[in-house]
């Protein structure tokens, strides 16, 4: 991972997905407005959501002369480093291009997203891949060996640029195996998976909150095959490859986390 002359970082990352989504639906308006419906008020409803992004975006490019209303139920905890508003576009993406027929192909809507967020190419796909460049540089995968994830989520706030701005080169593993990783999942091996998780973002965002620490050692000690941060935080997650063992996990969690979630990888 390197900063680049953009101002982003190179990345390589492994991506896949959970069944853990948030709801959304679209129903066009006699306007040209875009009317974002959200419950949380603290989820911002205007510009700066990426789904409202995502919707002017599509209006811009194709010339949609009808506006848009876009209920948004959210379940995937915010600023969580679980890529929760970039799912959420990407399904503002796909969402548009059925309601106005527009009839575009997947790699058109990824280029799209590319073009308001990093991990948005991902989202539209909704599979698993390896991820390069900023994150908009996919190559997709096999799913992953079948197993549950405990995600906890401690009450604090992670800003992803102010991770990536402290972040150095003394904070990056040499021997992340991303290969190694690959190679699990295309072989479907769930041990060598849980021995090539690595996160070179997890050392900044632990220094800055403790509390990561803190939930890998429980999720370790309450039965999880694995544990690690998930993206830039300060979301972590451990692996099971057994039902009994991801709730002995959630259980070893209480009292030190409210929001706890056991889900199956999906990819």
Known sequence: MYKRDDGYH?????????????????????????????????????????????????????????????????????????????????????????????????ETLSSLAAEIGSDISFCVYGKTALCKGRGEQLTHLPKPPASWVVLAKPDISVSTADVYGALTLDDQADDIPTQQCIKAIETGDYQLLTNSLGNDLEKVTTEMHPVIKTLKETMLKGGADAALMSGSGPTVYGLTSKERQAKSVVNALKGCCKEVYMVRLLG
């Open 10 to 106: 190179e990345v390589e990352m492994i991506m896949t997905t959970v069944d853990l989504n948030d709801r959304l639906s679209f129903e066009k308006r006699k306007d040209q407005r875009i009317v974002l419906k959200i419950e949380h008020t603290y989820v911002p409803n205007d510009h700066r959501n990426l789904a409202y992004k995502a919707a002017k975006l599509m209006m811009d490019r194709y010339d949609i002369s009808q506006g848009v209303t876009i209920t948004l139920d959210k379940a995937i905890p915010i600023a969580a480093g679980l890529a929760g508003g970039s799912s959420d576009a990407a399904a503002t993406f796909r969402g548009m291009n059925r309601l106005f027929n527009l009839n575009l192909s997947l």
